[in-house]
C-alpha cells in the first residue's frame, strides 16, 4: 500500500514539474522573441513597431458523440494557436487608426500553426515567422493612412482616428482546480444517457454529444504584460426529434455547461431530462402550425428570455469612424453610441456586466473572465443602461472619444445581469396582465414564447378562459432597441443560462419570464427540412412490440 502511495506521489510530482516545465518553455520563447522583435525588426520603408503581443491557446479537447447506448465517434485532440499583434505608429496615430485599407495581408491563417511540443525553438521559429508578416502588413497600411491623413490636411472635418489605449501591465498566474475526467470514463457515462433513448423506441433521432475542453492561455506584449490562465468548460448536448407524416421534422435540444464536467453527471436527472424531452416533442409533433400574423403582447419565458436581450448585446460597441470619401460610412445605424444618456428603454430596465464574477448563488459562471482578449483587466462592474438611460458601451483598445475609453470587454460582454424594476408576484399575473393588454388591442388571445432554436419558437397561445395551446412554425420578426422600450413586467430574478460561442461566451442573469407588449410574430416561411418516411417502422420498435 505505502509502495503504491509513494508511485502516485511520485507520478504527480512528476507531472506538477512537467507542467511547469511545460509553461516555462512557452513562456521563455514568447518573452525572448518579443525581446529580439521590438528591438531589432525594421525595414527601410517602414517605421519601426511600438507594441507587440503574443497570444497562445493551448487546448485539449475531448468530443464524444453517442446515440442509443453506444458510442459514434470519441476524439481526443491537442492543438494550440498563435495570434501575433504588431503597431507601427505611436498610441496617437498607427495602421489601425483607420478602419480602411487597400493592403493585402502577408500572412494567412495556415502561418498560425504552433508545435503542439514543448518545443523551445519550434516555439520561438513560428513567433519569429509569423511576427515578421505581420510586421511588413503593419508598416504598409500604416504608410497608407499617412498618405490618406495627409489627403485630409485642410478640410474642416477629418475622419476621427482611433486611438490605442495604453495600458498598465498586467501579470496573472491562474490555475484551474478541475480535474479533467479520464475519456473512458465519459464514454461509459455517454453510453448511459443515450440509452435511455431505447425506452421511446418511436422516437426517429436521438443524439447526445460531450465537448469538453481543458486550456491554457499565455499572454506577454512588450507593455510588460505576463499572462498565464488555466480554464475549463465542458458541454453536453441531448439532441432529439420526431419524424412527422409529412416527411418533417420536430426538434428540441437540452444544453448543460459548466466547468467541471463531472458536476453535470453528478447534478443531473438525466432519466427525468429525457422523459421531459419525448413529453415534450410529443406535444410538438401533434401541435398545430402557427398561421396568424400576429403583432400584440408576448411573454417571453425560460430559455427565451436571454435571447431576447442577447439580440441587442453587441449593438453596445461604438461605432468605428470611417471616410465617406474612401466609401466607408460608418454611420452608427446598430451601434447605440449616438444613444448614449438618452432614454431609450423602458425605464424599468437596467444591464450590467459584471466580466470578472466566477460565481453566483454558489453557481458558476462559465462566462466569465480575468482579462479580454486585448490584455485589458475588465472593470468590475460596467452598467450599460440604467433606468431605460444608455450609460455606457463595451469599448475595446481601439478608441477615439475621451468618454470612450476601454473597460476590457473585447472579448465579449461575459456576465450580464438583466433586472426589470417593474415585477409581478408570479406567472398567472403576469399572463392576466398580458390579456389585458391583448383585449384592449382587440386580441382573441396572448403568445408565450418559451424556446428559440435556430429562430424557430415554442410558442404557446394564452386564451381569455387560460388555456394553453402549443404551436410550432413562427418567428419572430424582428427583436431591436424598440422592443424593449415596452417592457410591461417581469417574474422572478437571478435565472442563469449559459450561451457559448461567437462573439463570445455569455452568462446571463435574467427574471424567469419578460412581458413585451408590443412584438411581431409570424408564420415561419423558412422551407422545413424534409426527407421520405422510412418504409419500414424502426427496429427498435419491432423489437420491443416481439418482447
Known amino acids: 500500500m505505502k509502495k503504491y502511495c509513494l508511485s502516485l506521489l511520485i507520478s504527480a510530482i512528476c507531472f506538477c514539474n512537467l507542467s511547469a516545465q511545460q509553461i516555462d518553455t512557452i513562456k521563455q520563447a514568447m518573452k525572448d522573441e518579443l525581446t529580439r522583435s521590438i528591438n531589432e525588426l525594421s525595414h527601410a520603408e517602414y517605421e519601426k513597431p511600438f507594441y507587440i503581443g503574443y497570444t497562445i491557446e493551448d487546448t485539449q479537447r475531448i468530443t464524444i458523440q453517442a446515440s442509443l447506448g453506444g458510442i459514434l465517434n470519441s476524439n481526443k485532440e491537442h492543438y494550440r494557436s498563435l495570434n501575433t499583434r504588431v503597431l507601427v505608429g505611436d498610441y496617437d496615430f498607427n495602421d489601425e487608426s483607420l478602419q480602411q485599407s487597400t493592403v ?74 478541475v480535474e479533467p475526467i479520464d475519456k473512458e470514463l465519459l464514454e461509459n457515462e455517454m453510453r448511459k444517457i443515450s440509452s435511455l433513448f431505447l425506452d421511446y423506441p418511436d422516437m426517429s433521432v436521438s443524439n447526445v454529444v460531450f465537448n469538453g475542453a481543458k486550456g491554457a492561455t499565455y499572454f506577454m506584449n512588450t507593455e510588460g504584460s505576463d499572462v498565464y490562465m488555466e480554464t475549463n468548460i465542458a458541454s453536453l448536448i441531448i439532441s432529439a426529434a420526431f419524424q412527422n407524416e409529412d416527411g418533417s421534422y420536430v426538434f428540441d435540444q437540452y444544453r448543460y455547461i459548466n466547468e467541471d464536467a463531472s458536476k453535470i453527471f453528478k447534478e443531473t436527472d438525466f432519466r427525468k431530462e429525457v422523459a421531459d424531452i419525448y413529453k415534450d416533442l410529443s406535444a410538438q409533433k401533434s401541435a398545430k402550425q402557427f398561421e396568424d400574423s400576429y403583432e400584440g403582447p408576448v411573454i417571453f419565458i425560460d430559455d427565451a428570455v436571454p435571447h431576447l436581450f442577447g439580440h441587442i448585446i453587441n449593438q453596445f460597441r461604438p461605432e468605428p469612424p470611417g471616410s465617406e470619401d474612401d466609401g466607408y460610412n460608418f454611420v452608427p445605424q446598430f451601434s447605440l453610441e449616438s444613444k448614449l444618456n438618452k432614454k431609450i428603454f423602458s425605464e424599468s430596465l437596467s444591464i450590467t456586466l459584471t466580466p470578472s464574477m466566477t460565481m453566483y448563488n454558489d453557481q458558476p459562471l462559465p462566462g466569465s473572465y480575468l482579462i479580454d482578449d486585448e490584455g485589458v483587466v475588465p472593470h468590475e462592474k460596467i452598467v450599460l443602461v ?44 403576469l399572463k392576466k396582465k398580458m390579456l389585458k393588454i391583448a383585449e384592449k388591442e382587440g386580441l382573441k388571445y396572448g403568445l408565450m414564447i418559451s424556446k428559440i432554436n435556430n429562430e424557430q419558437l415554442k410558442v404557446y397561445k394564452i386564451h381569455k378562459d387560460g388555456r394553453e395551446e402549443l404551436y410550432r412554425g413562427a418567428f419572430i420578426r424582428d427583436i431591436d432597441k424598440k422592443t424593449l422600450r415596452k417592457i410591461e413586467g417581469a417574474v422572478g430574478e437571478g435565472e442563469i443560462h449559459n450561451f457559448m460561442g461567437s462573439p463570445g461566451s455569455a452568462t446571463y442573469i435574467s427574471p424567469k419570464a419578460v412581458l413585451i407588449s408590443d412584438v411581431e410574430v409570424d408564420p415561419s416561411h423558412q422551407s422545413q427540412f424534409k426527407m421520405d418516411p422510412p418504409l419500414v417502422e424502426s427496429p427498435l420498435k419491432a423489437i420491443q412490440l416481439k418482447e
Not at 113 to 126: A, F, H, L, W
Not at 130 to 159: C, I, L, Q, W
Not at 408 to 422: A, L
Open 104 to 177: 493585402e495581408p502577408y500572412y494567412t491563417l495556415a502561418d498560425m500553426n504552433i508545435p503542439v511540443e514543448n518545443d523551445y525553438y519550434g516555439i520561438r521559429r513560428s513567433l519569429w515567422s509569423v511576427t515578421d508578416k505581420v510586421y511588413k502588413t503593419a508598416g504598409e497600411v500604416f504608410e497608407e493612412h499617412k498618405k490618406n491623413r495627409t489627403k485630409e490636411e485642410g478640410k474642416s472635418e477629418k475622419t476621427p482616428l482611433l486611438k490605442f489605449y495604453k495600458h498598465e501591465p498586467v501579470r496573472i498566474h491562474s490555475t484551474s482546480t
Open 386 to 429: 440604467e433606468d431605460g438611460i444608455v450609460n455606457n458601451l463595451m469599448v475595446g483598445r481601439n478608441y477615439y472619444k475621451k468618454d470612450l475609453t476601454p473597460n476590457g470587454t473585447g472579448s465579449g460582454p461575459g456576465v450580464v445581469h438583466i433586472n426589470i424594476s417593474q415585477k409581478e408576484k408570479n406567472l398567472k399575473s
